[in-house]
DNA sequence: ATAGGGTTAG
């Protein structure tokens, strides 16, 4: 009998059957056979066993066939357990395991590092990862190169771009692979020029470039915006037929649209064969980037339509839509949309949340939700905090900046900037000066145009316009259009003719075609009651084609957005609206209220002036709210443009005689106007 | 029998 059953069983055992096993079911049914067997299971079997549950998922399982094979066990074994770990991205225990593997006194081989190393890289623990490379270096195993491209890439995952190199130098024999994981690790690191070098060294030295090195290749294009070589690359991949593979197109798709292509990005997106979810990821974000609302949701509708289901990623990428637009209702219905789907504890959706309810007015809801994250990112941090600098709550801000750091979070460039503007906003200067400093000296990092500009912007507004043109003075480089509007702003607050006249000129001779910058200057001058140069101003923005965009302010309500313009009689309730917004002026007139005629209206008779200021689209949107939400609720309104000095004023008085919070969310920050002050300081 | 590089996203 027995010797039946083993002739059986020996085609039956052999390690390639468990590659059939589909089903964790089946594997355990073969699992059982091989225990029944009366001899003890050979190696190649427990391992494939092992490796199998791994796949599979069920790590309880691989653990036991490791232990039932308790004669021979040897770096084979281990390995294969360390690997299902791994797959299962449980990185803390695959090095727990190599720990036991030391401990039960066998050796690691050269198959053991990549796996240790992988680990190590997936879940930035590169401390641990260094030590792995320290044993390898004793054992002899450093110049395989496996080990060494796995080593290359943690060190690029964790952005130790110079311990990168070093390994990759001192490498003895490099192929393909090698070359890839350092250009990959350049452009995964934002270094588009040193990967395209690598790249180019590469074909100098003859390495035969393969769909990874093309992969990366657009990827670094599309990051330098740099759409010439990128169209090459284009007509390229075509000619060698790449196309068809669909992580290059997606790359390609990517190219177009970072190029501000989105035309073109489209029409890669058409002539792809398979649309997966990743190419319809790429197309929602990159349309929602552009400010392309419409054009977003649509997608996301249609890409449901094609059967495909949306993941975090989808809704993550369609939300910076959404929260440019400020519409809260919009923003909510996203968030159900979410929790219906069990998207809503998705890292990129929550993230994202945050900056669409900071971005709606609705602060308490975008603390709540980071709050409620248990693994904050640096991206999750940095929003929080630009939320708390862009509605004026600077100390919150900086709070929750040193938590940050308290906490062990290093800052990137982004979070500085939120920092920095929250200084801004709110006139801490003495503040802002020190992070602007320990944003080099303890965190390294350079500050670029758009740091400068928020220091420009700070001192600006804060009246030092020496010091401010002093900084840029001495800025690395050229400023930039976004500087000497910051200095221009500053000189409209504190009126500065002479240095605000200077500050135009060079926006002028960037040719900055924002009519913004021209109604600034006017501004000024009408301040000072230079009416012919105001004139001046008009005519030469007539002569260059500009115009200054009309102004218009929204309010939800419900679920309709209601949007107003200046003087506006279209809307349905006008009458109404007019009549609330009389009764209101006389109210906060009694109350102290005095149109600030002065600077925002000239070439005018004064009662003319305030009946104009009257019917501003800040205030009809405001009467509005107060007409048709309940006593207590907060009106939510956002403009266009910058808030008209005489609305914020008149808000401020409204706020106090009606007893309600006004958020008001302008071109550039929120106004949180309540019992008569604004967390602007009237400083904006 | 066990090992290395590639696509989207705040």
Redesign the pocket.
């Given at each position: 009998m027995a010797c039946i059953d083993q002739k059986n069983l020996q085609p039956f055992v052999s390690?390639?059957i468990f590659d059939s096993c589909k089903s964790l079911k089946l594997l355990k049914q073969s699992h059982a056979q091989i225990l029944k067997s009366p001899s003890p299971p050979n190696?190649?079997l427990t391992?494939?066993l092992v490796?199998s549950y791994g796949k599979l998922g069920d790590l309880d399982s691989a653990v036991l066939a490791f232990d039932q094979f308790p004669q021979y066990p040897?770096?084979?074994?281990f390995?294969?357990l360390i690997?299902a770990y791994?797959s299962n991205s449980l990185f803390r225990w695959s090095l727990e395991i190599y720990t036991q593997m030391l401990n039960s006194g066998i050796s690691p081989?050269?198959?053991?590092?990549?796996?240790l190393?992988?680990a190590c890289?997936s879940s930035f623990m590169l401390r641990h990862g260094t030590q792995i490379h320290g044993h390898s270096v004793k054992l002899g195993f450093s110049s395989?190169?496996?080990?060494?491209?796995?080593m290359?890439?943690m060190y690029m995952?964790n952005g130790e771009i110079e311990s990168a190199r070093l390994m990759f130098d001192g490498m003895l024999e490099?192929?393909?692979?090698?070359?890839?994981?350092l250009l990959?690790g350049y452009?995964?690191n934002g270094k588009p020029e040193e990967a395209l070098g690598v790249y180019n060294r590469m074909r100098k030295e003859g390495v035969d470039?393969?769909?990874?090195?093309?992969?990366?290749v657009i990827?670094a294009c599309?990051q330098m915006r740099f759409l010439h070589q990128g169209k090459w690359i284009h007509s390229w991949v075509f000619k060698t037929g790449?196309e068809a593979?669909?992580?290059?197109?997606?790359?390609l798709l990517?190219m177009y649209?970072?190029s501000a292509d989105l035309g073109f990005a489209k029409q890669i997106f058409e002539e792809m064969i398979t649309k997966?979810?990743?190419?319809w990821?790429?197309l929602i974000?990159?349309s929602?980037?552009n400010g392309l609302i419409e054009d977003s949701f649509k997608l996301f509708i249609e890409m449901q339509g094609s059967g495909l289901k949306p993941?975090?990623?989808?809704l993550?990428?369609i939300?910076?839509a959404v929260?440019r637009c400020g519409a809260l209702h919009l923003g909510k219905s996203c968030h159900g949309f979410a929790i219906r789907n069990g998207l809503d504890l998705d890292?990129?959706v929550?993230?994202?949340l945050?900056?669409v309810y900071a971005k709606s007015g609705d602060l308490i809801a975008a603390r709540r939700l980071f709050d409620f994250i248990p693994t904050k990112?640096v991206?999750?941090w940095s929003?929080m905090i630009a939320g708390y600098g862009s509605h004026g709550f600077c100390a919150e801000a900086l709070m929750l900046f040193e938590k940050m750091l308290a906490s062990k979070f290093k800052p990137n460039y982004i979070t500085y900037i939120g920092v920095l503007s929250a200084c801004a906003h709110s006139g801490f200067v003495k503040e802002g000066r020190e992070y602007f400093r320990r944003m080099v000296t303890q965190h390294g990092i350079i500050p670029n145009v758009q740091h400068y500009t928020c220091m420009v912007d700070m001192l600006a507004r804060a009246g030092l316009l020496d010091e401010a043109m002093d900084l840029i003075k001495t800025m690395p480089t050229e400023p930039s259009p976004g500087i000497w509007g910051a200095l221009l702003g500053g000189c409209k607050i504190h009126s500065h003719v002479e240095l605000g006249k200077f500050a135009a000129e060079r926006l002028f001779e960037l040719n900055s075609s924002d009519p913004g910058f021209y109604v600034l200057l006017s501004n000024i001058y009408a301040a000072a009651n230079m009416w012919s140069e105001v004139r001046k101003m008009r005519e030469l923005m007539r002569e260059r084609g500009l115009r200054k965009p009309a102004g218009w302010s929204s309010i939800e309500i419900g679920k309709k957005v209601h949007c107003f313009i200046s003087h506006d009689i279209s809307h349905a309730d006008s009458n109404v609206i007019y009549q609330k917004l009389e009764e209101l002026m006389e109210e906060i007139c009694k109350a102290g209220y005095i149109p600030e005629t002065k600077v925002v209206l000239h070439d005018v008779e004064d009662d003319v002036k305030e009946d104009m200021l009257r019917s501003h689209s800040e205030k009809l949107a405001m009467a509005y709210g107060l007409l048709k939400t309940a006593p207590g609720t907060p009106i939510r309104i956002m403009k266009n443009l910058r808030t008209c000095e005489d609305c914020h004023v008149a808000a401020k008085f409204i706020s106090k005689v009606t007893g309600r919070e006004i958020v008001l969310r302008d071109a550039i920050r929120f106004h949180h106007i309540k019992e008569g002050a604004c967390t602007c300081r009237d400083y904006w």
């Open positions: 390690p390639q190696p190649k391992i494939k490796a040897d770096a084979f074994l390995n294969s690997q791994n081989n050269q198959y053991t590092f990549p796996l190393v992988k890289s395989n190169p496996f080990v060494g491209v796995s290359i890439d995952k490099r192929d393909v692979v090698s070359w890839n994981a990959t452009t995964q470039t393969n769909f990874v090195s093309i992969t990366n990827n599309s790449f593979d669909i992580i290059i197109g997606t790359a990517d649209a970072n997966d979810l990743i190419a990821n790429c974000s990159c929602a980037q993941n975090g990623s989808s993550a990428g939300l910076p929260a890292e990129y929550m993230t994202a945050i900056d990112s991206v999750a929003s």
